[in-house]
């Protein structure tokens, strides 16, 4: 893990990779370090609101660097597999449309990060073997509630938006909610399992 400092008031750790960033920020929630926020990102945790960048710097010395087991409650999302991108997936994985179903529902995704638009979490699990590439060129307006893949992410649109990912199908499932305590129902360290609607 490499530290810099990320302003006057935040340090920014960088690692290997999202499952590694995941694992420190879930790790750095549990041990109630002395910062406001703890943002994790592909390879690397935002803390913000530090008020004693040794201490800080200390403290992280102690993460052993292990994954820790998910905060928060699985969430199920249903999805309608009838999206563009479907034949392309199956070809690119060696299966027809049933196997791609099957695949990604037996995958058990977690939400590693959030960004691009509010409410949108980059969920890892998909095995590298089964990575897609984006679209040449994106989309002008992917619909919201759209299930993609790209690289080796999924993720749901939670807006209508320009998106360059491979849509599988589709959710009625509300991603962001600014009335709910945490507005973001995909938030870092939720597992996410998606099922035939």
């Known amino acids: 893990m490499q530290l810099r400092a990320f302003g006057p008031r935040a340090l920014l750790a960088e690692v290997d990779d999202a499952r590694s960033a995941l694992a420190l920020a879930t790790w750095a929630r549990g041990a109630r370090l002395e ?54 997936v199956a ?48 989309r002008a307006r992917v619909p919201a509630g759209a299930v993609a893949l790209a690289g080796p992410w ?5 807006t209508a938006s320009p998106g360059g990912w491979r849509i599988l199908g589709r959710t009625s499932v509300r991603l962001w909610d600014p009335e709910r305590a945490e507005p973001a129902l995909l938030a870092p360290g939720t597992p996410v399992r998606f099922v035939p609607a």
Do not use: I, K, M, N
Not at 154 to 158: A, D
């Open 154 to 158: 999924c993720g749901v649109y939670p």
């Open 91 to 138: 070809e690119r994985w060696g299966t027809d449309v049933a196997g791609v179903v099957a695949r990604h529902g037996a995958t058990a995704f977690v939400s590693a990060f959030c960004g691009f638009a509010p409410g949108f979490a980059y969920l890892t699990g998909l095995a590298e073997a089964l990575a897609v590439p984006r679209l040449d060129s994106p």
């Open 35 to 88: 910062v406001t926020e703890v943002v994790p990102a592909a390879e690397t945790v935002l803390f913000d609101g530090v008020r004693d960048a040794a201490a800080l710097r200390a403290a992280l010395a102690a993460w052993d660097g292990r994954a820790h087991p998910p905060s928060r409650e699985p969430v199920e999302v249903p999805v309608t597999y009838d999206g563009d991108d479907l034949g392309f």
